[in-house]
């Protein structure tokens, strides 16, 4: 080879080298600063509390301060296209949920995000599995009593949500459009006064989050008619899945842990690692419990990936049948 050219390949060689030397280096001493963990939800909201208690453990876990920074608003979808915009280093991450990654890309068009391509998912935390709760003064006990109440008086109940498209709205909606039912669509601003209604009888059922559902169901305040995920819930066992009575219907909300699309697979791998660490000490499951949760089977970031990814079919096709619209 010319001595020309072997100095000018040398060269080359040399300069990527370099080129590359920042990237590895950033990775191989990963984490050595801060990282946020962006909330889409207001300070004190169930995802807050637990993007908390996981920013705690995982901040101990890399020896650097994992930073709670709440972005409420659109729906989850401001936190969630700050995360999708920020720099793909592993220093900034979000906590997403089904309704941040599922439902809100659907109901606000144009969506600022792709769930599928503007982020890398790392971990799925837990699951949220809803409690189908009536007044006890509805003259039904379990799902299949309900169904017939309301097919024998169409029009004259009432349900509550927590808003159009929330997964609270949805769930009763697929039960609707499979029996025909007729039953009116109340929204609200929240889960407590949508309970404060049906507790005076307002109201005749809800779909709720374990965390106002159980107490309640424990106090004999409310009816229990089911749980919307096909799994036996560990948080109340007595009450039984929906699906005992409807084949087929299984509903739950997940929270999980993304990054920025491009973010190196080295880091992806590590904060995946340290989380799933966390995810299996009692303490931390006991924790999930505390707060409505019940855990998760683990999963790669390539399996949490695909079940992001499958979920959308589903939201889609839950709110095409209920009209459901940005409120």
């Known amino acids: 080879m010319p001595a020309p050219l072997s100095r000018f390949l040398c060269a080359c060689a040399a300069v990527a080298f370099l080129l590359a030397m920042p990237a590895a280096f950033a990775q191989s001493t990963y984490p050595n600063r801060p990282i946020r963990l962006v909330v889409s939800y207001p300070p004190g909201a169930l995802t807050d509390l637990l993007a908390r208690a996981i920013g705690d453990r995982l901040g101990a876990a890399l020896k650097q301060p994992v930073i709670i920074d709440n972005k409420p608003g659109a729906g989850t979808l401001i936190g969630a296209e700050f995360v999708a915009k920020a720099s793909p280093d592993g220093y900034t991450l979000l906590i997403a949920t089904s309704t941040t990654l599922g439902i809100s890309p659907l109901l606000y068009q144009p969506s600022p995000i792709d769930p599928v391509k503007d982020f890398a998912p790392i971990a799925r935390i837990g699951s949220v599995n809803f409690f189908l709760i009536a007044n006890p003064g509805f003259p039904a006990k379990n799902v299949k009593e309900m169904i017939d109440v309301i097919k024998r008086n169409p029009g004259k109940y009432n349900y509550a949500s927590v808003g159009s498209g929330s997964p609270h709205h949805l769930f009763m909606e697929t039960l609707k459009t499979e029996f025909g039912l007729t039953i009116q669509h109340v929204p609200y601003k929240g889960t407590p006064a949508a309970l404060t209604d049906l507790l005076s009888g307002n109201i005749q059922v809800l779909f709720s989050d374990a965390t106002i559902a159980v107490p309640n169901i424990q106090a004999g305040k409310v009816t229990a008619l089911g749980t919307s995920a096909a799994k036996q819930t560990q948080?109340?066992?007595?009450?039984?899945?929906?699906?005992?009575?409807?084949?087929?219907?299984?509903?739950?909300?997940?929270?999980?842990?993304?990054?920025?699309?491009?973010?190196?697979?080295?880091?992806?791998?590590?904060?995946?690692a340290e989380l799933q660490k966390i995810e299996a000490t009692p303490e931390f499951r006991a924790q999930l419990f505390k707060f409505g949760m019940e855990p998760l089977p683990p999963q790669t970031p390539e399996q949490f990936a695909a079940t992001i990814k499958a979920e959308i079919p589903r939201w889609a096709k839950a709110i095409r049948e209920s009209g459901a619209q940005v409120d």
């Open 235 to 272: 948080l109340l066992p007595s009450v039984p899945p929906i699906a005992n009575t409807v084949a087929g219907f299984d509903w739950e909300a997940w929270q999980g842990i993304v990054a920025p699309a491009g973010t190196p697979q080295e880091i992806i791998a590590r904060l995946a």
